[in-house]
């Protein structure tokens, strides 16, 4: 079984400034599909960015961009330049490509207060 | 045009109650998704869906059944209501195929009193 963990329950950063959000998970699988989702407080889920693991390079986003060590099974992500609608919490999720349904395991999130 | 529709919102019930939420997508996926994300905002999946295979999460107790009509729908049925299903359900879809990233419904807030 996938497990992810989120070390930082809660985290702030000033506006424009950079922040960086920890990800690691654990599985035995060689190819995955990692992802960050962003919940603001309207409750919608909304996909910020997604990495394939067979890719080395590191996705990016905007703003938004990852830094994935598959050796270390670490997937951060970094939110430069960061704005107030940032507020919101952060999900790393996984799936796996054995993965008979699909579905995505979330870590248990990150809440982050963008400050002005 | 709203990908992936949940109704109600919001859902307040007693004890003992029946109830069901609705979902539907119009992306063309070909798999659907209940999860629950409970008060510490933790997110667990309950079922996997698409026109060949339920996949339960073995956790899931056997009050909660979702039902399909078609390919872009998903109803989820609860029955006999318990104060510990208060939570936000959130309904999802993808291209199972592809691997891709799920989208989401904006959740239903239901709660039990």
């Known amino acids: 079984a996938q497990t992810v963990t989120q070390s930082q329950p809660e985290m702030s950063v000033q506006e424009a400034e950079t922040v960086t959000l920890s990800c690691t998970y654990d599985t035995s699988e060689s190819n995955y599909y990692l992802f960050w989702y962003k919940q603001p407080p309207s409750r919608q889920m909304i996909l910020v960015i997604r990495?394939?693991?067979?890719?080395?390079q590191n996705a990016t986003e905007n703003r938004f961009s990852v830094n994935f060590q598959k050796a270390a099974k670490s997937f951060s992500l970094k939110i430069s330049d960061s704005q107030l609608g940032d507020t919101a919490m952060y999900f790393c999720a996984f799936i796996g490509n054995n993965n008979a349904g699909n579905m995505l395991t979330f870590g248990g999130g990150t809440r982050l207060m963008v400050k002005p | 045009d709203t990908a992936v529709s949940q109704t109600p919102k919001y859902l307040v019930t007693q004890m003992g109650n029946d109830k069901s939420i609705k979902c539907e997508q119009n992306?063309?996926?070909?798999?659907m998704y209940w999860y629950k994300q409970d008060s510490k905002k933790f997110l667990k999946i309950m079922f996997s869906?698409?026109?060949?295979?339920?996949?339960i999460n073995e956790t899931v107790p056997n009050r909660f059944s979702p039902k399909s009509p078609d390919k872009a729908h998903l109803n989820l049925h609860i029955n006999s209501l318990e104060l510990g299903d208060s939570a936000v359900y959130f309904c999802a879809s993808s291209q199972r195929t592809m691997n891709t990233e799920a989208f989401f419904g904006q959740g239903t807030r239901l709660t039990v009193v």
């Open positions: 990495q394939e693991a067979y890719k080395q």
């Open positions: 869906y698409n026109n060949k295979e339920l996949i």
């Open positions: 992306l063309g996926h070909d798999t």
